[in-house]
T-cell receptor
Framework: AQSVTQLDSQVPVFEEAPVELRCNYSSSVSVYLFWYVQYPNQGLQLLLKYLSGSTLVKGINGFEAEFNKSQTSFHLRKPSVHISDTAEYFC?????????????FGTGTSLTVIP | DTGVSQDPRHKITKRGQNVTFRCDPISEHNRLYWYRQTLGQGPEFLTYFQNEAQLEKSRLLSDRFSAERPKGSFSTLEIQRTEQGDSAMYLC??????????FGPGTRLTVL
């Protein structure tokens, strides 16, 4: 079975400051990893994903994440946040080689950018 | 193509009533997923279609829930005899081949 832990439920950060949103996972098999963003009253938008290759993954809106297999982590980072980054962020995994079945999501991290 | 669409966006119903939601995936996406999201939680998987075949169902999907994708295009999710615990956001996602779905805006269900 797979599970995802997002260690911080809320992260306040000042505008233009860097931010890191933490994600750890547990799985008995190798996994693919994802970060999604959800703005109020909207669906989820894919920020980035790790399937294979370089462990540093770059996504949209200036976000990046690094896969660390030994620490079973996939932390999301941005060097300088904007007000528009205020949203809920979800980390998710799905078993590697999976034919497209379910994703396992964390409980989310609410990022608030303070002007 | 403007992405995954869901209808209605909001639904308020009384306990015991039946409701049906519709999801239109991105054209040519053969995979379609339904998730449920309650306040303060991440989405929870409900069911998955590949083309018209329903290949996986979560234990969360009780007998009151049924989903169809009759022609491998749009999908419907029906909840019979709704309960207050069914109040949630119902999300649909679609993808083609590889993992990583595109999500719709969701249908927010409120059961009074």
């Amino acid at each position: 079975a797979q599970s995802v832990t997002q260690l911080d439920s809320q992260v306040p950060v000042f505008e233009e400051a860097p931010v890191e949103l933490r994600c750890n996972y547990s799985s008995s098999v190798s996994v693919y990893l994802f970060w999604y963003v959800q703005y109020p009253n909207q669906g989820l938008q894919l920020l980035l994903k790790y399937l294979s290759g370089s462990t540093l993954v770059k996504g949209i809106n200036g976000f990046e994440a690094e896969f660390n297999k030994s620490q079973t982590s996939f932390h999301l980072r941005k060097p300088s946040v904007h007000i528009s980054d205020t949203a809920e962020y979800f980390c998710a995994v799905t078993p590697e080689g999976n034919t497209g079945n379910q994703f396992y999501f964390g409980t989310g991290t609410s990022l608030t950018v303070i002007p | 193509d403007t992405g995954v669409s869901q209808d209605p966006r909001h639904k308020i119903t009384k306990r015991g009533q039946n409701v049906t939601f519709r999801c239109d995936p991105i054209s040519e996406h053969n995979r379609l997923y339904w998730y449920r999201q309650t306040l303060g939680q991440g989405p929870e998987f409900l069911t998955y279609f590949q083309n018209e075949a329903q290949l996986e169902k979560s234990r969360l999907l009780s007998d009151r829930f049924s989903a169809e994708r009759p022609k491998g295009s749009f999908s419907t999710l029906e909840i019979q005899r709704t309960e207050q615990g069914d109040s949630a956001m119902y999300l649909c996602a679609s993808s083609f081949l590889g993992p990583g779905g595109f999500f719709g805006p969701g249908t927010r269900l409120t059961v009074l």
